[in-house]
């Protein structure tokens, strides 16, 4: 990253920040769109948040996010805030104001959820919900939930006063002149007569009283109806605690055809897990938490991020998230991809896997065969597969992959979920060198190998790098050079 007068920056205020995930978002979304902003965490205390905000204002900051415990005592020091951030009580992202000389509140959190299920398929319109946890999450996920057309609402929490409160909240965006009845427009780029009447339909009916039904955790026996969309919105069941869950009653999860939990660490919790056990889909919120942030860059930068990049971010993020302790090796034909792999896996007491050994074991034929009988494409299909399978149950494991293995975008993505990738490059001439006596490469099946190894690293060099974390020289053939290169 190339920071200098001109660099923008944004970031996040907040005690603790240590350990924050934004970063990754923010500054791969710069990196991979060619922005030229930084993301910075600042750790801030309560007694010093107003001059905080003034003094990031002072210093050009371009924008903030906030997160806790400053969400609700940031919204005095604004010039203006969102109606969705009013109406949830909540504020997460600041927005420079030039006109106002200060910073615009917005929640994007709830933002980032609704995205999520959109994209996870989960449709709220005619549901009823059930939301564990009465905090600001859950109100934020009950605002979601009134937006996009929830039939009923249940609220379960502990202290049953809470869960009352944010019916009663709710229940007072009605007379709000910048309420949840404005928003449906707000949200719209056209405000068409289709729109509007959704909008009287769900406002008509957050009206009723019987809506928005606040229970007791230990109530929730009187939650007749099943096909249940839930979210689980505490911290219960947050790592280290995995064995821990809100509500124990398996009953209750039988009623579960859709469980969202808002933790994302583990990657499995036991909400989810009961969830799946009896017979319901379980989501964890780790894409809520990369498109709060997508939605934020965003309103910073006044842009449009692409989905292709958004998901090379979430890949990025999940690594972080969910660090995996296998070696990728990626290269063309001949770089020692297999070598270095078996040298590798031995000194460092890792398993060892060759990609293509493993297919040809499955498939009972060689590589040769799969091409001649079943074709490029379908071998590729193969390949996909295959690392599917790997991804889901390596661990501690070195990969030696085919050469042709990170040319399909999604194997390349694949195989960062699986490891570290380490690209062993070598000269053209080297590998025909090492490969020109073999009688086992169904590519280079031709009249001139070695123009064809040109061809094909010409098409293939710009993938392997996009598709590596580091790329590794094996010119020399110098075997020791090549691992300490990578250990």
Known sequence: MNINGLTRTIGLIGNPVEH?????????????????????????????????????YELNILGLNVTVPHKNAVKEFLVDIDGAARDIG????????????????????????????????IELSGRTVAILGAGGAAKAVTYMCIKNGASKIYILNRTIDKARQIAEDMYGLLNNDTSLYNSFCDSSKEMDKDNMLIKDIVV???????????????????????????????????????DKVVI??????????????????????????????????????????????????????????????IEEVYLELKRSVYPKDNIVLIGFMGSGKSTVGKALAERASMNF???????????????ADIFEKMGEDEFRRIETETLIELRDNLSNTVLATGGGMPLRRENAILLKEIGRVFYLTAANRVI???????????????????????????????LYEKACDVKVDTNSNDLEEVLAAIS
């Open 90 to 121: 909540a504020v997460n992202t600041l927005v420079r104001d030039e006109s106002k000389h200060g910073y615009k509140g917005y929640n994007t959190d709830y933002m980032g959820l609704e995205r999520q299920i959109k994209e996870d398929g």
């Open 432 to 462: 025909y060198d090492r490969v020109k006596e073999d009688t086992k490469r169904p590519l280079l099946f031709c009249d001139d190998p070695y123009s064809k190894i040109c061809d094909l690293m010409k098409e293939r060099r710009p």
């Open 204 to 242: 008509d009916r957050i009206s009723s009283k019987e809506y928005i039904i606040p229970i007791s955790l230990n109530d929730n026996n009187v939650i007749t109806e099943d096909n249940l969309i839930a979210f689980q919105a505490t911290s219960i069941g947050l790592s280290p605690n995995i």
């Open 353 to 367: 896997i060759d990609s293509d050994e493993y297919i040809e074991n499955k498939a009972g034929m060689s590589i």
């Open 20 to 56: 924050t995930l934004s970063p990754v978002i923010h500054n791969n979304i710069s990196k991979r769109m060619d922005i030229d902003s930084v993301y910075v965490p600042f750790r801030v205390e309560a007694d010093g948040l107003d001059k905080a905000i003034n003094g990031a």
């Open 248 to 309: 124990e009653d398996k009953e209750f999860y039988k009623k579960i055809a859709v469980g969202v939990d808002l933790i994302y660490n583990p990657a499995t919790t036991k909400f989810m897990k009961l969830v799946n056990e009896n017979g319901g889909k379980a989501y964890n919120a780790l894409k809520m938490l990369l498109y709060q942030g997508v939605a934020a860059y965003e309103l910073w930068h006044k842009i449009s991020v692409p989905q292709e990049i």
